[in-house]
């Protein structure tokens, strides 16, 4: 009798979990705004340029980097933007 109890527990609490992921999976459909296309850009290297100096190619290199970036943390605001819309 013992074990017929701890089947029926297990099949609730399996249930439970199987409802709780649906939900939350049709809550994270819903919550999300689209990706903007402008995240999904990459900026390209800096071409290296023959007979150049290293140096020139090491700071043009540096400034894509740091759009890159610029881009990543726009994307990231865009959507704390979004969470902080969602919660008002």
């Given at each position: 009798?013992?074990?017929t109890f701890a089947g029926c527990a297990d099949r609730r609490v399996?249930?439970?979990l199987a409802s709780a992921q649906s939900k939350g999976q049709?809550?994270?459909a819903d919550n999300?705004?689209?990706w903007p296309a402008e995240c999904e850009r990459k900026e390209p290297h800096a071409p290296l340029v023959t007979g150049g100096e290293v140096r020139t190619?090491?700071?043009r290199e540096r400034d894509a980097l740091e759009r890159q970036w610029a881009l990543g943390d726009a994307c990231t605001a865009f959507y704390k933007?979004?969470?902080a819309?969602?919660?008002k």
């Open positions: 009798m013992t074990m399996a249930d439970l049709a809550q994270a999300l705004a689209p190619a090491l700071d933007d979004q969470q819309e969602r919660a």
